[in-house]
């Protein structure tokens, strides 16, 4: 298994927007999810998306964030917008409910005033 591959982190104002991308070897037949880690907190995932297209969102990032996937080109991207200083973290991509080997090295994405 080839693990994913973020991209599209950064630095971003409060109120602003980032969009993150996730390359992965095989989407199809997949749900995905991406998963975020702050310092010193646990790993909390914030979006999943099936691969029939249903969505799920953590509550905190309803209405800012959009979960997408295109399985003709194995990628998932994440819209974030609106963003706040608690969405500070480490964001990484994977597969839910598989080892930490499904699941790529993550994005650093920093908001700030």
């Known amino acids: 298994q080839v693990p994913p591959v973020e991209s599209g982190g950064g630095l971003a104002q409060v109120g602003g927007s980032l969009r993150l991308s996730c390359a992965i070897s095989?989407?199809?037949?997949?749900?995905m999810a991406w998963a975020r880690q702050a310092p010193g907190n646990q790993r909390e995932l914030v979006a999943m998306?099936?691969?029939?297209?249903?969505?799920n969102y953590e509550d905190s990032v309803k209405g800012r964030f959009t979960i997408s996937r295109d399985n003709a080109h194995n990628m998932l991207y994440l819209q974030m917008n609106n963003l706040k200083h608690e969405d500070t973290a480490v964001y990484s991509c994977?597969?839910?409910?598989?080892?930490?080997?499904?699941w790529g090295q993550g994005t650093q994405v920093t908001v700030s005033s």
């Open positions: 998306i099936a691969n029939d297209g249903s969505i």
């Open positions: 994977g597969i839910p409910g598989k080892s930490l080997a499904y």
């Open positions: 095989r989407i199809d037949g997949f749900a």
